[in-house]
C-alpha cells in the first residue's frame, strides 16, 4: 500500500493527475495502449479537469487511452448525476476523445443485471479473461463504499463476476458497478478521497486488520498496486490511531 497526503483537494487533484498520466505512459510504452477505469463523484473532477489542461493534456497520446467506468448510476447519460456525463463534461470533450474509444456503462437500462452482464462481455473483449485494466480509479464513501460496492449489500463478496447491478442500503436507485475480481486484478489503483466526513472511513480501509464489513478494506488485497491519495482532512485520524502511513508527503 501506498499513500500521499496532500494539504487539500487542489494539490490531491494534481498529484493525483500527474499520477494518472505517469501510468498511462508506462502502459503505453509496454503495450500500446492504457485501459483505464474512471470513478465519479465530486472528488475526481478537478483531476480531470487538471487533465484536461496543459501541460498535463500534452504529455499523452490520448489516442492510445481506452475508457472504462468503475460504477454507474442507474441514470441517462445526460442526468447530473450520471459519472459518465460529469467525465464527458471535464475529460472527454476537452480532450476531443472519440466515441470508439469510450465504454460507458448504460446506467439508464431497464434491466440492470443484463447491461452489467453486456459489460462483462465488453470488458473480457477489450480486456481479457480475467479482465485486466491498467488503472482503476475509486473514491470511498463515509460509509466504507467503494465504486458502488456498499456495506450491508451481496455485491463486495461477489467472487465469479466482473461487473454487477447493486443498490445501496435502503436506497431505491439501482447502479452498475465493477466487482473486487475486477478491481483487484487491475494492474494499478489510484483511491481518492478528500473531506473530514471520509477520516474514519480511511482510518478503518487503512488498518491491517481482515476484511470484515466494511467495502473498502479489501482495497489491501492489491498491495502495493494501490496508491492511497488523501487530503489532510480525510487522513486526520490515521496518525491518532497509531496506523503507519508507508509514504506520507505535503505539496
Known sequence: MRAR?????????????????DAAQRAIALRGRVLVALAGGST?????????STPLRNSLEWRQVEFFWSDERAVPPEHPES??????????????IEDAQVNRMVGESPDLDRSAREYEAVLVD????????????????????????FPGTAA????SRWVVASRGPGSTSGRLTLTFPTILAARQIM???????KAEAVRLAMKGEPFTALPAQRLQDAGS???????AAAARLTSDSG?????????
Not at 463486495?156 to 467472487?159: G, K, L, R, V
Not at 483511491?191 to 466526513?197: M, P, S, Y
Not at 498496486?225 to 487530503?231: E, I
Not at 496506523?243 to 505539496?251: C, D, K, N, Y
Open 5 to 21: 497526503v496532500l494539504p487539500d483537494l487542489e494539490a490531491l487533484a494534481e498529484a493525483a493527475a500527474r499520477e494518472f498520466a
Open 44 to 52: 475526481p473532477i478537478r483531476m480531470y479537469e487538471s487533465l484536461a
Open 83 to 96: 459519472n459518465y456525463g460529469m467525465a464527458c463534461r471535464t475529460l472527454l470533450v476537452p480532450l476531443g
Open 126 to 149: 477489450r480486456a481479457g479473461t480475467p479482465p485486466v485494466l491498467d488503472l482503476v480509479l475509486l473514491g470511498i464513501g463515509a460509509d466504507g463504499h467503494t465504486a458502488s460496492l
Open 156 to 159: 463486495p463478496a461477489e467472487a
Open 191 to 197: 483511491v481518492l478521497v478528500a473531506g473530514v466526513d
Open 225 to 231: 498496486r494501490v496508491a492511497w491519495f488523501l487530503d
Open 243 to 251: 496506523l503507519s502511513i508507508p509514504t506520507t508527503e505535503a505539496e
